[in-house]
């Protein structure tokens, strides 16, 4: 496995870590290569029967995308950024066993709308989640428009997506985002031992029950009205803006064109 991603079993749980702790495990595009390749190793292993999900070091889980990126993104280039997180995030949301977000730290952007996509999330006391991609002149873009309200309701859903606020985990707990808060030295047995209470059970039942919890929405329509919004938005003088002041560590001053 690659120095991006850590893969290691511990019995029935395949444990993967985002590995780019001095970029705070940003999502770039070849972690999310090989995240997906991780993945997939660990869902066609029939000893594997539950995946844990965190990120390297203390400080994040993942912080998001990789912003570097952006600058030389227009309309087509963001849609099909989008499009490939989704596909990936889509992917885990489908999973046939049953996938836990350990969230250690930030889970900003592109990184909160990772551990929407797993099936739980359990995050340590120091977690703070977020998507302030309208900071930038954006707007999520793998998936979070959508997945956001059905965990946390209309309402805080676009508090949460209008404002770019980051909430920390008691609040997130509150809401409906997480399904525990522990201290970070605990996280990663708590998050096992979710999991494994599953282990007893009929693994197709599982794996049915999953597949049935997807149909309570269908948000296809949704995905592709988000693809299309973010690809419009990365391609306006806010977008150039605001990625510009976020990598000159400045104020933006948008114009709302």
Known sequence: MSSFIISEKQSNTQLITLNN????????????????????????????????????????????????????????????????????????????????????????????????????????????????????????????????????????????IITGTPIDAAEALRIGLVNAVCPLPELLDRSIGILAQSYRNSPLAVAYALQAVQTASAPETGYHIERKLFGQAMASKDAKEGVNAFLEKRAPHFTGK
């Open 21 to 160: 702790p001095k970029a705070l495990n940003a999502l770039n595009s070849t972690l999310l290569v090989e995240l997906r390749e991780a993945l997939e190793l660990a869902l066609n292993d029939e000893q594997v029967k539950g995946i844990v999900l965190t990120g390297k070091g203390e400080k994040a889980f993942a912080a998001g995308a990789d912003i570097s990126e952006f600058p030389s993104f227009g309309a087509k280039e963001a849609e099909e950024l989008s499009e490939k997180g989704q596909s990936l995030f889509q992917f885990i949301e489908q999973a046939p066993k049953p996938i836990i977000a350990a969230v250690n730290g930030y889970a900003l952007g592109g990184g909160c709308e990772l551990a929407l996509a797993c099936h739980m999330r359990v995050a340590s006391e120091n977690a703070r989640f977020g998507l302030p991609e309208v900071k930038l002149g954006i707007i999520p873009g793998y998936g979070g428009t959508q997945r956001l309200p059905l965990l946390v309701g209309m309402g805080k859903a676009i508090e949460i």
